[in-house]
């Protein structure tokens, strides 16, 4: 059964850093893409990037390059996503999900239980 | 980017109603488009890919069509399992975005 399975919520101030994780089992996992996906408190899902953990490859979209770190390790099937300076706009749920590309249109099929980051002085 | 919006953001209905929700592309995305439902303190669960096949377990009364930019999510006979929020995806850049969502609520 493929599984995504997340780290537990986090509560920081401004200015920390933070690493959080989705270890992934059920599945190849060098061989699927794995996305982030943001969600601001009482907002709408934001793609803010995705890496193929076969050869760490990493994409970003335009409003997080340069904002987060997209990582893997591959020896504990993990994917990681951190920030070295948090704000209090970087208080969100945070998602990490599966690209199935040996599906038509690739989806996002499975998905991981959500982080919640609470960033607050 | 390619950008993508929902109409309408939300829309109240009854137990049995038939409903449909759009999703307009800002490009041609043949049909790499997805639908997703999320329910409250929930992560989101695919229920269609491709434009309009139903992810397996998904019950027959949601469908998917359209192709290029413009696409439709319907709900044939609502029940009151499917009360939450629906998001499309288009999935034909690498760098996927949503649309802003769907609520759907009783009336």
């Known amino acids: 059964e493929v599984q995504l399975v997340q780290s537990g919520a986090e509560v920081k101030k401004p200015g920390e850093s933070l690493k959080i994780s989705c270890q992934a089992s059920?599945?190849?996992?060098?061989?699927?893409?794995i996305g982030w996906v943001r969600q601001m408190p009482g907002k709408g899902l934001e793609w803010m990037g995705i890496?193929?953990?076969?050869?760490?490859?990493?994409r970003y979209s335009p409003s997080f390059q340069g904002q987060v770190t997209i990582s893997a390790n591959m020896l504990i099937s993990t994917v990681y996503l951190q920030w070295s300076s948090l704000k209090a706009s970087d208080t969100a749920m945070y998602y990490c999900?599966?690209?199935?590309?040996?599906?038509?249109?690739?989806?996002?099929?499975?998905w991981g239980q959500g982080t919640l980051v609470t960033v607050s002085s | 980017d390619i950008q993508m919006t929902q109409s309408p953001s939300s829309l109240s209905a009854s137990v049995g109603d038939r409903v449909s929700i759009t999703c307009r592309a800002s490009?041609?995305?043949?049909?790499?488009l997805n639908w997703y439902q999320q329910k409250p303190g929930k992560a989101p669960k695919l229920l269609i890919f491709?434009?309009?096949t139903l992810q397996s377990g998904v019950p027959s009364r949601f469908s998917g069509s359209g192709s290029g930019t413009n696409f439709t999510l319907t709900i044939g006979s609502l029940q009151p399992e499917d009360f939450a929020t629906f998001y499309c995806?288009?999935?034909?850049?690498?760098?996927?975005?949503f649309g802003q969502g769907t609520k759907l609520e009783i009336k």
């Open positions: 890496i193929y953990p076969g050869d760490f490859d990493t």
């Open positions: 490009e041609s995305i043949n049909n790499y």
């Open positions: 995806q288009q999935s034909y850049s690498t760098l996927y975005t």
């Open positions: 491709a434009a309009s």
């Open positions: 059920g599945y190849t996992f060098t061989k699927y893409w």
């Open positions: 999900a599966r690209r199935n590309q040996d599906t038509t249109g690739s989806p996002s099929d499975y």
